[in-house]
């Protein structure tokens, strides 16, 4: 097994109140300590977020649970037992002490236990911290340590983990007495949810509502500065980054294939973003990918859901 790096000194920045940046197997995080609000502004402050969008708390053990949540329903056990390390955020009751610019107000509270290794040995040795994305407010989530410090700067502390394995923001979900509400679709999708505790999955992030249940899903985020469009290339030009299925006949530089792997795409697509921008692309034209639904309905359901926040 390949043995962590010496986590102590960006453990210490944490203690100390500060906030660093460290990889998750969805996107990288910006780590604070969830129990500290001086700690709490400071995110909120490097990301420049909107105070009512709440942040998810990431733990290291199924134990820390009660001590930010009650009323735990019998499916979230269920669901913390199977998937737990891994990419899907509960939100469950919060306990009356949980700081409130956490929650931003909310009677809830959203929990994870991330499964990467080094976020899961760094939690273990801070305790539970809030990490959100670690990027500007509206930009795309970054999946590379490179990404943080585009946005934060040279010297912003970031734990390298490589490029994050999932590449796509955590599942997100509620529970309501008869159903489940999927709040952000992600890697873990609302079949699999089903399967696992018997219990229906119903959508709120997709009509986009004027209060959807999960605050974030109002705000545009994931926006490159280049215009997303999705639709069926019929010409090219070069002031476009093509992301396509399969390579056209005559060879493009301009042209990013997947060869139709859904999970391939969602690792790179804010990747893809962040490219345009930086190469002076006008704009991101991404060519529809239906047909692979029915291979991989959970990705492509949380690809949708960022692809159309980006859109127009
Ligand atoms: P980010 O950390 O940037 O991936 O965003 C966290 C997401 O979790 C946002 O979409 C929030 O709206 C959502 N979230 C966090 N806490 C809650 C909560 N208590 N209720 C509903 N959604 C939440
Ligand atoms: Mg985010």
Redesign the pocket.
Known sequence: MKSLPDLTPFVNIIKEGGVVAFPTETVYGLGADARNPVAIQKVFETKGRPVD????VHLSDTKMVHDFATDIPEAAKLLMKHFWPGPI?L?LNKKEEILDSV?AG?P???LRIPSNPLALEFIKQTGPLVA??ANHSGKPSPTQAKHVKEDFGDEFPVIDGGITNIGL?ST?I?FEDDHITL??PGKIGADEIESVTGLKVRSDHMNEQETP?????KYS?YKPKADVVYKGVSAFNDHTLYVMQTAPEVKQNNVICYEGDLKQLSKELYDRFRQADQQGYHRVHIEPFEEHKAEYPAYYEALINRIRKTLG
């Open positions: 969008n709440p942040l998810i955020t939100v929650t909310l809830t509270v959203a959100p994305s923001e997100v509620g709040m952000r249940k999960s605050p974030g899903q985020h």
